[in-house]
C-alpha cells in the first residue's frame, strides 16, 4: 500500500495527529514510529509501536481497549513500558561537567545536561522539573550543584540562577520539558561532558537503530539504541499527566535522577535531552526542539 519512506509519514503522521484513537483505550500511554519485533527479533518493518502499562493476553482487554493487528492498513506492535515517570555524579566538583547532579532548593534533583548561550549570558540545561518544578521555584532562585539531597547549599554550592522554563500544559500537547539557568561565575563550570571527557560536536535528528549514549548522575555513562521516533506519551511528572509529542525513545538508559542528561550519539553529537523513562526503555526531547524553544545553542568545541 505504501512505499517504505511513505509508510514512515504516515506512521508519524498518525502518532502526532490521530492518537486519540490509541491513547482513548485503557492502559494505553502512547505511540510512534517503530520497526515490528517479531519473536524477540526486529523485522526492521515500519509500524506503529503502541506503549502500554502492562502487557495483557487479549482475552483479559475488553474489545473497545484492544490495540487492533493493523490500523488503516499499518502493522501496529504493543511493548510493555509501564508509566513513564520523571527519571552517581553525586559529589561536589568544578569546575562542573555534564552529567554531576544539579537541582534547586526545591527539587530533590537531576541532571546537568551541558552548556548552552545566546548572545549575551551562558546558562547550564536541565529539565523544567528539575530546575523549575514547571514555575513553583521563582525565576533568579539559585541552583546548585551538587543538588541539596547530597549536600548541596547556597551560597556556597550556587552555580547558576533559574533564567528560563518552559511551561507544561496538562490541557494540551507539549514538546519539550526544559530549562536553563544563568551562569554565575564561567569557571565554575565547563563545556565537557563527565565520563567522556570532552565537549559536545553539534546536533543530529533521531534515527531509529541509531547507537546512542548517555551521562547522567544516577547511572553514569549508559549506551542504547533509539527505537522508536515521533511518537506521542503521556508522562507522569508529580500527581499531574502531560501528553508530550514528537518524542525519541531508546532501549532503557537511565534510573530516577537522570532526567536532564544529553543523548549523544558516540562521535558526540546531541540528539535529545533526557526527560523520564518507563520500565522498559527512556523517553528523551528532540534536542533542536530544546534548542529552538530557549532560542539557544550548545556550546560546542
Known amino acids: 500500500m505504501y512505499n517504505y519512506c511513505n509508510l514512515e509519514k504516515k506512521i508519524l503522521c498518525i502518532a502526532r495527529n490521530e492518537y486519540s484513537f490509541f491513547l482513548n483505550k485503557n492502559n494505553v500511554i502512547g505511540l510512534g514510529l517503530g520497526q515490528k519485533i517479531k519473536n524477540g527479533f526486529n523485522t526492521f518493518q515500519p509500524c506503529i509501536t503502541v506503549f502500554v502499562r502492562n502487557k495483557l493476553l487479549s482475552n483479559k482487554v475488553s474489545m473497545k481497549d484492544l490495540v487492533p493487528s493493523l490500523y488503516k492498513g499499518i502493522l501496529t506492535d504493543v511493548i510493555e513500558s509501564g508509566n513513564i515517570t520523571a527519571s552517581s555524579l553525586k559529589e561536589k566538583i568544578r569546575p562542573a561537567p555534564g552529567g554531576y547532579s544539579i537541582g534547586s532548593l526545591l527539587s530533590s534533583g537531576g541532571t546537568l545536561g551541558c552548556l548552552v548561550a545566546d548572545a549575551r549570558f551562558t546558562y547550564v540545561l536541565s529539565c523544567n522539573h528539575i530546575l523549575a518544578k514547571n514555575g513553583l521555584v521563582p525565576i533568579g532562585d539559585p541552583i546548585i550543584q ?156
Open 146 to 301: 551538587p543538588s541539596k539531597t547530597f549536600g548541596g547549599k547556597i551560597p556556597n554550592d550556587t552555580i547558576a540562577n533559574l533564567s528560563i522554563f518552559i511551561k507544561l500544559k496538562t490541557a494540551d500537547d507539549n514538546r519539550v520539558d526544559c530549562a536553563m539557568a544563568r551562569v554565575s561565575n564561567s569557571a565554575c563550570v565547563t563545556k565537557n561532558i563527565a565520563l567522556l571527557n570532552k565537549p559536545i560536536k553539534g546536533v543530529a535528528s533521531a534515527k531509529i537503530g541509531m547507537g546512542v549514549q548517555k551521562v547522567g548522575y544516577r547511572t553514569e555513562r549508559t549506551v542504547g539504541k533509539i527505537t522508536v521516533v515521533g511518537s506521542t506519551l503521556i508522562m507522569d511528572i508529580g500527581e499531574k499527566s502531560y501528553r508530550f509529542v514528537n518524542q525519541i525513545w531508546t532501549t532503557k538508559m537511565d534510573d530516577k535522577g537522570d532526567s536532564g542528561a544529553i543523548l549523544l550519539t558516540k562521535d558526540m553529537n546531541a540528539v535529545g535531552l533526557l526527560m523520564g523513562s518507563g520500565d522498559d526503555g527512556t523517553l528523551f526531547n528532540p534536542i533542536q526542539k530544546v534548542l529552538n524553544s530557549l532560542n539557544v545553542e550548545i556550546i560546542t568545541g
